[in-house]
């Protein structure tokens, strides 16, 4: 926008009127105030004019947003883009016109455009960085989140690396550290690049066992690590280590059964398990053609609405299909059984999500889920004495983290111990070290 002789006097002047005028206008009669005045003196102005829209498009007061949202939103992306560059304010006004907009384009399923308006989000968060010295770049993990739910892993994985290290000299009291690092590891996972997730999980491992020692952070938090940590060892055919590591997981969970958290601790440690319980169900999870990424390593609050809202309605269809195959896995389950157990226990972690989200307390709306799993995880340990065990291991392994959620540590410890002599594991020598890849540098 720039100055313009072909605005009307009186326009000017009326706009100026409504400023200025004592008692209070509207949102829409600032915006148009400002919309003439952009005109006149787009210094003074057009900043006034980008955060004016963004008040417009949504009503804070009734939670409403406007008709025309997502047109006020981009025009005060025009608006801060009109901004000299030369203003200091500029990149601050433009930043948060393009993430009120990119939001309200990923709401509406225009997923491209809005991956589009991050990256120049991220471009002015790195002149920004440029600037100030400072190597947490603002925008780079609303990036990464964009591309890993496009399935673009490798590049979201060198994305979270970048800003994982800006964040680590900072320490856990830099607040996301924890959940960024979840993320780095899910990306790295899903990238194939297995030495990498397995160092970034040993950094999280390390970081929760020293936040629980001194009193900073729950039990809870680093034993879900260690487990976590334990099955992609597994994975990564480390099965030595993996086994060493739920020893390590075995003694804190006894210690969680005999004395409980050693202080009283908010929910999110809930969320923190709801998260490593999506880690853990991902080998069973198995991509539809056309259907959204679900981000493994986040919590669904960070994720974009049709990616969340096709997660959580994915339910009822595995539901359905697990009802339906139930009858043709009780009379033919050499055929049917596993396959059940493997569609059950995606309905267990979606749904475990979906309640964790929603209600606390939640266990009760997913206990019978938990309980189901098991019991069809002992058929087919019945039928199927080769690969059943370790199967029945694992879900035993995700009520175990369940019991914990919910600081049920008995029962938590009892499923744990059921698991361990299922893989074998009941007899392991107290007091051997726990090997793990080196972390690394910084």
């Not at 939001?103 to 989000?121: F, K, P, V």
């Not at 673009?152 to 060198?158: G, I, L, P, S, V």
């Not at 080769?386 to 291991?393: E, F, K």
Request: proline fraction near 5%; hydrophobic fraction near 40%; charge should be negative.
């Amino acid at each position: 926008m720039t100055h313009s002789g072909n605005i009307d006097q009186d326009d000017i002047a009326q706009a100026r009127n409504v400023l200025l005028a004592s008692g209070r206008r509207t949102a829409r009669e600032e915006v148009d105030a400002y919309r003439v005045l952009a005109h006149v003196s787009p210094a003074a102005y057009l900043p006034r004019l980008a955060k004016s829209l963004q008040r417009l498009s949504y009503d804070t007061g009734s939670g409403r947003r406007h008709v025309a949202c997502l047109a006020l939103r981009e025009e005060a992306v025009a608006a801060a883009r009109a901004i000299d560059p030369a203003e200091p304010a500029r990149a601050d006004v433009l930043y948060e016109a393009l993430d009120d907009c990119q939001r309200e384009l990923y709401a509406q399923g225009r997923r491209s455009e809005g991956l589009a308006m991050r990256a120049e989000m991220l471009a002015v968060g790195r002149a920004q960085a440029e600037l100030s010295r400072d190597s947490r770049v603002r925008g780079l993990h609303d990036w990464a989140a964009g591309l890993s739910e496009e399935g673009r892993f490798a590049e979201a994985a060198d994305a979270l690396t970048e800003w994982v290290g800006a964040l680590l000299p900072h320490g856990s009291n830099s607040g996301s550290l924890a959940w960024s690092i979840l993320e780095w590891i899910a990306a790295l996972d899903a990238a194939a690049r297995p030495d990498e997730a397995l160092d970034a999980f040993a950094v999280l491992v390390d970081m929760e066992a020293d936040e629980a020692a001194n009193d900073r952070g729950p039990m809870a938090c680093h034993l879900y690590s260690l487990i976590g940590y334990a099955h992609m060892l597994d994975a990564c055919g480390r099965g030595e280590q993996a086994t060493a590591v739920r020893q390590e997981a075995l003694t804190l969970l006894t210690e969680l059964a005999a004395t409980g958290e050693r202080r009283s601790w908010s929910s999110y440690q809930a969320s923190f398990w709801a998260v490593l319980l999506r880690f853990s169900g991902a080998d069973s999870e198995r991509q539809a053609a056309g259907e959204p990424h679900f981000p493994p390593g986040s919590t669904p609050m960070v994720w974009t609405p049709d990616v969340k809202q096709s997660y959580f309605d994915s339910r009822i269809a595995l539901r359905e299909r697990v009802d339906s195959l139930a009858p043709r896995a009780a009379e033919d389950p050499a055929q049917h059984l596993a396959e059940l157990v493997r569609l059950h226990r995606v309905l267990t972690v979606r749904s475990a999500v979906y309640r964790e989200q929603c209600t606390h307390p939640f266990a009760e709306r997913v206990r019978p889920l938990f309980d189901e799993g098991v019991s069809l995880a002992h058929q087919l340990s019945l039928w199927d004495p080769a690969d059943g065990p370790r199967t029945l291991a694992q879900i035993l392994i995700d009520r175990s983290t369940f019991h914990t959620a919910v600081r049920e540590f008995g029962p938590a410890l009892d499923d744990f111990r059921q698991a361990l002599s299922h893989l074998g594991e009941a007899t392991w020598p107290n007091g051997r070290e726990v090997t793990r890849p080196a972390c690394p540098a910084g």
